[in-house]
Every structure is written in C-alpha cells, then in structure tokens.
C-alpha cells in the first residue's frame, strides 16, 4: 500500500469520525450513520490495500 492510499484511507476515517460526531452532537442520525460508514468503508479500503501488498509480496517472492 503507497504512502497515498494509507493518507487517504485515514482522511476517509477522520471525515467519518467528524460525521459520526456532528450527527451524535445535533441529533442528526442520518448524518451519524452516515460517518460510521464512511468509517467502516476506511477500514475496508484499508484491510484490502493491505492484502493486495502481501499478494504482491508472495507474487515477487516466486518470481
């Protein structure tokens, strides 16, 4: 995973968790699961950017 990815996957996260906060601080629950998957979409970029590197690894270790 490049430096870019691993940057924007964490921004995604931070604008999810400040989602998730305004929604939880006016009430506004659209808006509070509407951070929570923004969260839950990070942590998926995340783990599947992370799988693709060791796929690469494995891949460069035959070759």
């Known amino acids: 995973?490049?430096?870019?990815?691993?940057f924007e996957n964490k921004l995604d996260?931070?604008?999810g968790r400040g989602k998730e906060?305004?929604?939880a601080v006016t009430g506004?629950?659209?808006?509070?699961?509407e951070g929570?998957?923004?969260?839950?979409?990070?942590?998926?970029?995340?783990k599947v950017d992370g799988f693709r590197d060791k796929?690469?690894?494995k891949v460069?270790?035959?070759l």
């Open 55 to 57: 796929i690469k690894e």
């Open 1 to 6: 995973m490049g430096l870019d990815d691993k």
């Open 60 to 62: 460069d270790d035959i």
């Open 13 to 15: 996260d931070l604008h």
């Open 28 to 33: 506004d629950d659209s808006l509070k699961a």
């Open 21 to 23: 906060a305004a929604g």
């Open 36 to 46: 929570e998957a923004d969260q839950k979409k990070a942590a998926v970029k995340d």
